[in-house]
């Protein structure tokens, strides 16, 4: 059987009906959707499953017999049977425009099925079920925006689209702008990115609040709760369990970081950093009470501001100068004193410095994973801290052995590296 389906693949035959045979399968996932929000919602729209596997089809057939007539023939198939959606819109006066766009989109798919671009069909038609099918939730996500993240939007964009080409590709002082900004981007995608989910989800629970509020800012987490622990004592666990989730969850950021910029480099630190996560967030989970488990706010604003991205894209443009400076003069100790002082207020920076540093072999492997170390467990401590100078002394005592038991976890993974290594 297996020899068969080897020869069927491997065939002219099966050449010739692939496009066909993959065509039907993406039209049929954007039909399955739109029959089933047809028939749960009893509200006419145009065509279903039935519908979308033959418009799938039609495009991937009139590409085919394209190839016999010319070119022209697809235009005439494609622009005939946008004038049928016209007309169909007008007549059926059919709500919105939603199901005539994805019929569009899934004519053209059948054509990329025939181009053999598989992959991207697919892609394509994920997105397109992945849209549809988050309807409601897209639509409450776009009712909490602010006018402030629409600003942020506007911000990002600009940044990213029109600043980025405008910065030179070259080196000064061991700085490279347009690298620097690269960096910014990347730090202010991921910040979006935890802004959002928590925009999106909402908090619920102190505990999952605190994991999604570490995405953003786990330093403004833990200022947060400590603060509120004052004011709510009956929620004294559930803020310690908060802010220990969020502290866990800095060390898989700080591995998704380095995993963009150098994967070798990150294989050594992902048994460190994940077992210090894993130990970090089974002792939140040991300290939180979920029978009193309720509802709380993490103030965190919008991460993307035109001047936080200036400030990040300096300081990390001068750590990354210092740090050269610093190796140059003072050897790899250097290194560690200045990951040291980086760790006090980010470790996003130093991260990146670091590995551009071994990308350029001016330091070793074993130096530039204790730097990042070494400041992760700084940023740890000042956490720590954190919660005495604004929080109260019992919720102190309960992070106490959180914070001890993430640290451990850092030495824990890194005993088990050397042990492997």
């Known amino acids: 059987m297996v020899d068969f389906l080897k020869e069927l693949i491997n065939s002219e035959v099966w050449?010739?009906?692939?496009?066909?045979f993959v065509s039907a399968i993406l039209g049929g996932l954007v039909g399955i959707e739109r029959e089933f929000k047809k028939q749960k919602e009893g509200t006419l729209t145009f065509g279903g499953i039935r519908t979308f596997i033959l418009i799938a089809l039609l495009g991937t057939l009139s590409s085919h017999i394209a190839t016999y007539f010319g070119s022209p023939l697809l235009y005439v198939v494609f622009f005939a049977f946008s004038a049928l959606l016209v007309i169909a819109q007008v007549f059926e006066k059919l709500p919105g425009l939603t199901s005539e766009i994805s019929a569009l989109l899934t004519?053209?798919?059948g054509i990329l099925c025939y181009k053999e671009e598989l992959q991207l069909a697919s892609a394509i038609a994920v997105t397109v079920l992945f849209i549809l099918t988050f309807k409601e939730q897209m639509h409450d996500f776009v009712k909490n925006l602010t006018v402030e993240d629409l600003f942020a939007f506007l911000k990002f964009a600009a940044v990213t689209v029109i600043l980025y080409p405008l910065l030179p590709d070259k080196n000064f002082y061991g700085v490279n702008p347009r690298e620097v900004w690269t960096m910014v981007v990347v730090i202010s995608t991921l910040d979006f990115l935890g802004y959002f989910l928590t925009k999106v989800f909402g908090e619920r629970g102190i505990l999952f609040a605190g994991l999604l509020g570490g995405l953003v800012s786990s330093t403004a987490v833990a200022a947060t709760f400590s603060s509120l622990s004052k004011t709510n004592k009956l929620l004294l666990h559930e803020y310690a369990a908060g802010i220990i989730s969020a502290s866990a969850i800095m060390f898989p950021r700080i591995i998704f970081i380095a995993g963009i910029v150098n994967l070798k480099f990150t294989e050594y630190l992902v048994i460190p950093f994940l077992t210090a996560f894993l130990i970090g967030i089974f002792f939140a989970y040991r300290i939180s009470s979920l029978e009193r488990e309720e509802v709380t706010k993490v103030?965190?604003?919008?991460?993307?501001?035109?001047?936080n991205a200036i400030k990040f894209g300096a300081f990390y443009a001068f750590i990354l100068f210092i740090s050269r400076t610093t190796l140059k003069y003072l050897g790899d100790y250097g290194l560690y004193l200045i990951a040291a002082i980086s760790g006090l207020s980010d470790v996003d920076a130093i991260t990146l410095s670091v590995l551009?540093?071994?990308?350029?072999?001016?330091?070793?492997?074993?130096?530039?994973?204790?730097s990042i170390i070494l400041a992760a467990t700084i940023n740890t401590l000042l956490k720590w801290l954190l919660t005495i100078f604004m929080g109260s002394k019992e919720l102190f005592k309960l992070v106490t052995p959180g914070f001890i038991a993430l640290i451990s976890g850092e030495i824990l993974g890194i005993g088990i590296l050397l042990l492997i290594l």
């Not at 551009?356 to 530039?368: M, P, V, Y």
């Open 15 to 20: 050449k010739l009906y692939e496009p066909y």
């Open 107 to 109: 004519f053209l798919i």
């Open 299 to 307: 103030e965190i604003k919008n991460p993307y501001e035109l001047s």
């Open 356 to 370: 551009k540093l071994f990308k350029g072999d001016e330091i070793t492997l074993l130096t530039g994973v204790i």
